[in-house]
């Protein structure tokens, strides 16, 4: 496999407009990005002008990135129990589906809520309305949600593959959802992906449950935290406590070939953290 082949890359910052998200991936030979679609810790934003929308489709460099995707902002809780909340959680997550479909991007990547006390089956009942209601208000937007995997942090949920299945299940328009698996929140909410056989029984855990046709992304990310912690801290490929198995597998295994994977590890202006990591991570396909 050559470089060029694998879809992968990182996170990219917005800051000076969303089309310079493109020239930063492409500084590191990203072949694949996740971008915010506005700040991530603001409710709402005015909206796209014609000028950002054309910087970005336009963009000389756009098709060198084979692979370019949404994240939602972090205060969005379709879950949420306030009442306040869930109309911006709702109206937000419409928003920001509208501006990624503007930039034609594939599907936003969401964390799909905590439920706050109500309990894990209201919860997950309220994230399905809450998506429909979403879905209701944007009809024609053709960019999917991505439920994410998290790592069950308080009483977030998508911490079992079960709970996403039972969402894309209660769902009315289950077409318009797909998943991303982030391995760094796996491994913190209890799934071994810690040697060869492990990642392979989680994956196809995966399947059985979920199905790897819904697997749209991969976020990349070592561990800080142990297995089974439920504590969502990101580390550095190779530095945390998941070891190199299961990126390996991630990175050779051609059923993600197609799998856009992306890097939310720590890193400074000058990306050179990401360098080291996509590095690290190029090396585990070449030594196959
Ligand atoms: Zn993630
Ligand atoms: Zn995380």
Sequence with gaps: MTKSEVLLGAHMSIGGGVHTAIERGCSIQCTAIQIFVKNNMQWFARPLTREEIRAFLEHRQRRELRSIFAHANYLINPAATNPQFLTN????????LTRADQLELPFLVLHPGAHLGAGEEAGLDKIAKSID?????????????????TAGQGSCLGHRFEQIAHIIKSVREPERLCVCLDTAHVFAAGYDIG??????????????LIGLKHLAAIHVNDSKTP?????????????????????????????????????????????????????KLRALVEKK
């Design 89 to 96: 959680s709702i109206r937000a997550l419409a928003e920001e």
């Design 133 to 149: 209601s979403v879905f209701r208000k944007v009809p024609k937007v053709k960019t999917r949600i991505a439920l994410e995997t």
């Design 195 to 208: 040697s060869e056989a492990g990642v392979r029984k989680t994956f196809r855990e995966f399947n059985r």
């Design 227 to 279: 297995r089974g912690s439920r504590v969502d801290r990101h580390e550095h490929i190779g530095k945390g406590q998941i070891g190199l198995d299961a990126f390996r597998f991630i990175m050779t295994d051609r059923r993600f070939r197609k799998i856009p994977k992306v890097l939310e590890t720590p890193k400074g202006k000058e990306m050179r953290e990401d360098v080291i990591n996509l590095r």
